[in-house]
């Protein structure tokens, strides 16, 4: 019995040795490559992809990306100010091989209010190179990294408060395509989702602000591919031809939202789930997750309009989140023998009803419990940039902790609560020329915070009654 059960454990540990030996050497190849040369990367914007890599050694790959901050159609008659890799949401599609030393190089345009960084879901290190990469307006801060595993990776800024600007924008794909390359297809396509929280309602026209709140809620306005509502539709489809086969590289940006990805009328012959190479085959629909990818891929069999969705269905035809994939050609009527009907596809937008009712606000009884109630919603919204002990962050968020700007004027200090504030400003002897957004905060709300600011981090105590800031709303 004993000496059987020894039999088999030295044959097991056989077997394990002979796999491990096996298994070893390619792993070392490409850790160790030699790298040749360098080369701009080609970056593309969606839903175009960069062309397959063909070289057969791994090089430096040089990638510039430009964090931009632009004013952009969100959708008919709304505008959006989206923070940007490249100044086009989402960011610029990056295609490298594996074992490629990738040099990133990232630029933050003047014009820009906020720092910005990139943390890369392909990099091997601490942040995903957000720690070396925080880039103030007019600055060029640059990492490098090896592209150790294959795989589609999001991309995005990690700047604080990194769900304000993931919400803004500012994220992308980067494919680290497999030694001897992706199996050939014939077209391949970028599209990325991902959510907007807006002050208005779906649809409310004009410059809509960000909405922290709905962000905190995870209860966004738009759900969208490739930046805007309609990015994908119309002129805009993906085109294609019966008897090809279409490959789509899917990311999700969220900040928040998992996509229940799906092209209506159509089965994935392959789904690389979450961007990796375990192949799944025959699949409906796949769940990306935010900051999450996926290769999907596609064989036309039939001509028509193919729609992609969310499958989270109202996110389609009520939120944006509908694209759609023209296939013209020959009609094979054993594989579908309906009429095939193509023409303007109307989703719903603009039509959303809402009965949305504002949140009974916290009533404080006293001057303690304004500041409890006010450390609650500092917490909630302010501590995101002025950081939970008041110092903020040099350079970008300026400190209430002992703020002589603060102190020296409480009418102001509610007017900025208000209004948000921009532009430049001196605090404790440091310049700060940035923006704080008008968060949308009611007059209870706003007494409380302050007074909770007021008497912290000594400061002067002051109590701010919702009379005055009511007062302070009508001058
Ligand atoms: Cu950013």
New binding site residues.
Partial sequence: MSVSRSVLCALLAGALGLALALAAPAQAQFITSVIKGQEEAATTYAPEVPPPITRAYNTKVVVHLE?REVTARLSDGVEYTF?TFGGHVPGKMIRVLEGDLVEMHLSNHPSSK?P??IDMHAVTGPGGGAASSFTAPGHTSVFSFQAINPGLYVYH?A?APVGM?IANG?YGLMLVEPRGGMPKVDREFYVMQGEFYTKGIHGAAGLQPFDMNKALHEDPDYVVFNGSVGSLVGDNALKAKVGETVRLYVGNGGPNLVSSFHVIGEIFDTVYPEGGFTLNHNVQTTLIPAGGAAMVEIRLQVPGTYILVDHSIFRAFNKGALGMLKAEGQASETVYSGKVLDEVYKPEGGAVQSTEAAPKPLVAKSKAERIEFGKRTFNQVCAACHQQNGQGIPGAFPPLAGSDFLNADKERAIGVVINGLSGAITVNGKPYNSQMPSLQLGDEDIANVLTYVYSQWGNKGHEVKPEEVAKHRKQ
């Fill in positions: 964090t923070w906020m910005h960084n800024c700047t600007h500012m």
